[in-house]
T-cell receptor
């Protein structure tokens, strides 16, 4: 699975959009981009995933560049409850379900 | 559905003691896994199972045993606890091995003295 690079931490004002970047320059054609988050002392929570098209669900939007070497997770209206560590994970579909977690980005939503 | 449940929430062991961390899911998921999380580090995969009767090793399997006798349960055993096993342990499940959307339990915080 390809390696990902994320900023260690980011701040965002409450009510504004939070844009969390992720670089995955060695991603392969069959690898998906997954985003999880972990609120303090809780288990990780799945947010969204995509292959090459942009994706949106009730929690967030995922924008993947055309060359697929980077992506951005967008929380459209951040709240204090969105303060968490956000993990970007690249994973091939199919034979294995292993998720390789890096150290993620600590998003601090400020009032 | 209760989702993924883990017991106990907290545990303190002395070096050399054994114990079993319990994990259960009520979603009829085939795939289950165990991770550990240490301060300042991401989650690391310990063991996983793609179905009842089938288990395999992850990144950091040493010192841990698992078994999967039923679809619902996936216990993690520490045969002889060591201080290096002090960590937070998370169990996760998903519908099958090909799906990256996993559901995580609330975790067990283990301290080995």
């Amino acid at each position: 699975d390809a390696k990902t690079t994320q900023p260690t931490s980011m701040d965002c004002a409450e009510g504004r959009a939070a844009n969390l970047p992720c670089n995955h320059s060695t991603i392969s054609g069959n690898e998906y981009v997954y985003w999880y988050r972990q609120i303090h002392s809780q288990g990780p929570q799945y947010i969204i995933h995509g292959l090459k098209n942009n994706e949106t669900n009730e929690m967030a939007s995922l924008i993947i560049t055309e060359d697929r070497k980077s992506s951005t997770l967008i929380l459209p209206h951040a709240t204090l409850r969105d303060t968490a560590v956000y993990y970007c994970i690249v994973r091939a579909g199919g034979a294995t379900n292993k998720l390789i977690f890096g150290t993620g980005t600590l998003l601090a939503v400020q009032p | 559905n209760a989702g993924v449940t883990q017991t106990p929430k907290f545990q303190v062991l002395k070096t050399g003691q054994s114990m079993t961390l319990q994990c259960a899911q009520d979603m009829n998921h085939e795939y289950m896994s165990w991770y550990r999380q240490d301060p300042g580090m991401g989650l690391r995969l310990i063991h996983y199972s793609v179905g009842a009767g089938i288990t395999d090793q992850g990144e950091v399997p040493n010192g841990y045993n698992v078994s999967r006798s039923t679809t619902e349960d996936f216990p993690l055993r520490l045969l002889s606890a060591a201080p290096s096993q002090t960590s937070v342990y998370f169990c996760a499940s998903s519908f099958d091995r090909s799906i990256g959307e996993q559901y995580f339990g609330p975790g067990t915080r283990l301290t080995v003295t």
